[in-house]
């Protein structure tokens, strides 16, 4: 609308379809000289680029803080966004187009002060609850307090409009009379008039109110600045949201100097980077986003040809034709039938053309037959769709998106910078069919990468689990494209210019805060692995110091297996594992030493210890020839027959001995019996048997003699320390699968001289009611209490 500078404002909603084509015939018309448009007012000179020629959006402009905390404020443009359709109007037509929103820097220090608020208010809350007045007043137990319930949250004004118009959801409303609205100057008209009657009946936030105030005066004193410089009011033309068209008028005040200069800030920069629908939808929890990017677009696409009528057949004709790639079949008459459920539907509402509500209906109803469940997937692809951003090189980028970019190129992993998840195998071996050394190395460059992108936390890719998790030379990894992929990457430049020089400030600050040798010895292997052999060296220097001061069994134990794993990487990922043997040798006695005075734990402390232990065994099954293997088998044997340490472990160390073969059958009966009689207190007994049961189970279920010694155990148990030992027993078998349980019972009916059929039979027959309650009892039994 004119207001008293005579300059004509459009008011829009963001990512509408309807306000970018009716603006491109609105600017048609007034042919204006210049534009300006509801942006970061220091993005200016980014326009050209974002209207550049191989441009595809979605795309977004991300502003972030040149120092840490990191702060980042998102920009996102689709192609039917009425800012990106005003900005390439401009460029079309040689008109300058200006941003006038308040610069990044007061927008980012903002995010500050919003989370200084929270904080004091998260203070004051917390002192209010330890005050003494907080437990006044409250009601004697089982007396009423008289106190209301809280009242419900009231609709918003937008939830209003929906309800008043007869339509289920606000997105509906807006779509059937903004959209589907073609006539001249409607939407301009309806939009102020919408944008007007928020500001009256709206009850903001104080803080987003006061925020947007200051926004307004902020674009009044661009306009004012654009007609100081000789720009006619009525050749100026102004794009901002129909909540703000109303103001930017001469009526109301522009920013003083005065005011601007006492406006917060924080130091920013610019970028542009391509951007998702997925993370453009509202799905995704971006507040300004729509639910259906991609059915917007072809909504777009209909405005643009001049058939808004089309398109109930297209986007029905989208939904049958990707259940047909998933392999349902769906006929054309189902369509057709759908397009007619959906233009019914929309008559019935006096519509202009059915919603996207309407016709999603339709698809559910005709294609789906009556099942979400069956066109759930297909109607996420058409509304929301995969559809990733483009920007041509050159474009504004920050140093390390450059360098991203490069080594895409250089290992040849473009492809996989796409929104579709993937999965990418790698043989870090020497490939010796392919000539450059360049090549036949490429998996292995491709994994320092990933590696480095992992330790940055760019979510880019992730690792998964391989099907030979022994071999050192293979790795797969999940590789998918997302915005917040480029965020993270975006954010790391304030660690370094380039991936490799962000990764090592990463690492050098990593270990100057590092008090841990479990801690060092993971950076050590992170190193390795990124294939940045000067921060290896720092890390085991820094792993060398604090191991001179470590006792803690769980720490050293860790450091030896994770040291003892990337000496087994030596061959392949290319670097001199020699001054690494040392460490793992000395932190290796360390943790055997350690080992049988911290067995005199509790269950809880022994349930780590069971992690420490496996990695100490591992470290020496596969250092042998470097370890001291004899020490380790010493102190398993002590602690396997220890009876003042923790039962479960000494089981547990008497299993590893069985598992290598090193307690020959007659040691094992004389140490079942001893552990297993009933002399011995049920907890002790059961809980070393808990702890034997955890490894090797198939030896165990070969050994008749041990379930012999058992079975007799248990029988000759009384009531109470039946019970006792039960709770520990029940735990002990809980982790056996169905076919060794089977395998149990077979050993048990031999003993029992039963069948086998006949005991399975019994021990699966439905339980007493009094067995129940027995069952019902044991199981609210606390096993730390036993």
């Known amino acids: 609308m004119a207001g008293a500078w005579n300059i004509h404002v459009f008011g829009v909603r963001h990512l509408s379809p309807a306000g970018a ?20 007012a220091d993005a200016t000179e980014l326009i050209p680029q974002i209207t550049r020629k191989g441009t595809r959006p979605p795309i977004a402009l991300l502003a972030y803080t040149d120092s840490l905390p990191v702060r980042t404020l ?18 079309e037509h040689g008109v300058p187009a200006e941003f006038i929103d308040l610069p990044s820097d007061v927008f980012l220090a903002l995010q500050d002060i919003e989370q200084e608020l929270r904080e004091r208010k998260r203070k004051e809350l917390l002192e209010k609850a330890k005050s003494p007045e907080a437990g006044e007043g409250e009601a004697e137990p089982g007396k009423p307090t008289g106190a209301a319930p809280p009242p419900e949250r009231p609709a918003s004004i937008h939830d209003l409009y929906a309800e008043r118009a007869g339509e289920t959801d606000y997105e509906s409303y807006w779509e059937r009379h903004f959209e589907h609205n073609v006539s001249d100057d409607a939407y301009r008209l309806a939009a102020y008039e919408f944008g007007q009657s928020l500001r009256v009946l709206e009850e903001d936030a104080p803080r987003w109110r006061a925020e947007n105030l200051v926004r307004e005066a902020y674009m009044r004193r661009k306009i004012a600045e654009a007609i100081a410089a000789g720009r006619k009011p009525g050749k100026i033309v102004a794009v901002v949201g129909a909540y703000h068209a109303p103001v930017l008028t001469g009526e109301y005040p522009a920013m003083t100097d005065a005011e601007l ?8 920069k610019f970028t542009l980077m391509p951007y998702s629908y997925f993370r453009l939808s509202s799905q995704s929890g971006y507040g300004a986003g729509n639910h259906a990017p991609a059915y917007f677009e072809l909504l777009w696409e209909a405005l643009e040809a001049g058939d808004l009528a089309g398109l109930p057949s297209r986007y029905l004709s989208m939904v049958a034709r990707n259940l047909r790639e998933a392999g349902t079949h769906r006929s054309t008459a189902e369509v057709i039938e759908g397009v007619r459920l959906a233009n019914t539907l929309s008559a019935l509402k006096d519509g202009l053309a059915p919603t996207l509500l309407d016709l999603r209906d339709s698809a559910v109803t005709l294609i789906g037959h009556g099942e979400l469940a069956t066109v759930k997937d297909a109607i996420a692809r058409v509304e929301v769709g995969t559809a990733i951003g483009e920007l041509p090189k050159g474009v504004s980028r920050t140093s390390i998106q450059e360098d991203f970019e490069r080594e895409l190129a250089r290992l040849k992993l473009e492809k996989y910078k796409t929104a579709v998840r993937q999965e990418l195998s790698l043989d870090l071996r020497e490939n010796r069919q392919v000539k450059s050394a360049e090549a036949a190395f490429l998996d292995l460059h491709r994994s320092s990468f990933f590696h480095r992108l992992r330790v940055l936390g760019v979510k880019f890719v992730e690792p998964l689990r391989t099907g030979q998790q022994s071999a050192t030379w293979a790795e797969k990894w999940q590789l998918q494209w997302s915005p917040e992929s480029e965020i993270q990457l975006i954010e790391s430049v304030l660690l370094g210019e380039t991936v490799e020089l962000a990764v090592g400030y990463k690492f050098k600050t990593t270990l100057e805060a590092c008090l841990s040798i479990a801690h060092a010895a993971e950076v050590v292997r992170d190193a390795c692995q990124c294939g940045m052999i000067k921060a290896m060296d720092a890390a085991r220097r820094r792993l060398q110091e604090l191991a001179a001061a470590s006792a803690d069994l769980s720490a050293i134990a860790h450091a030896a297996h994770v040291l003892g794993q990337i000496v087994r990487f030596g061959d392949v990922r290319k670097f001199d594992p020699e001054p690494l043997l040392p460490l793992v040798e000395e932190l290796f006695v360390e943790g055997a030493l350690a080992l049988h005075a911290a067995s005199g734990c509790d269950n809880e402390t022994a349930a780590k210890l069971f992690v420490s232990i496996d990695e100490l065994n591992q470290v020496s099954l596969e250092h042998a020839d470097r370890v001291d293997e004899n020490l380790w088998i010493e102190r398993l044997r002590r602690l396997s027959d220890a009876d003042d340490r923790n039962p479960l472990l000494s089981g547990y160390a008497c299993a590893i001995l069985l598992e290598r073969g090193l307690m020959p059958n007659d040691d094992l009966i004389r140490e079942v019996s001893r552990r297993l009689s009933p002399g011995i207190p049920a907890d002790l007994g059961a809980g070393w048997f808990e702890g034997l049961s955890r490894r090797n189970r198939y030896a165990l279920l070969a050994r008749q003699v041990l379930w012999a010694q058992l079975a007799e155990y248990v029988a000759s148990l009384e009531e109470e320390h039946f019970r006792r030992s039960l709770v520990f027993l029940r735990r002990a078998f809980g982790g056996f699968s169905a076919r060794e349980k089977r395998q149990i019972t077979e050993n048990l009916a031999e003993i029992w001289g039963a069948s086998a059929d006949a005991t399975s039979e019994a021990i699966e027959k439905e339980l007493t009611e009094s067995e129940e309650k027995s069952l019902k009892d044991l199981n609210e039994m606390n096993f730390d209490d036993v």
């Open 21 to 40: 084509w009716h603006l491109r015939r609105f600017l048609d018309e007034k042919k204006p000289d210049v534009v300006l448009i509801e942006g970061l």
């Open 74 to 91: 998102i920009y996102p443009l689709a192609r039917y966004s009425p800012e990106f359709q005003a900005m390439a109007w401009a460029a």
């Open 261 to 268: 200069a006492s406006l917060r800030r924080r130091a920013s």
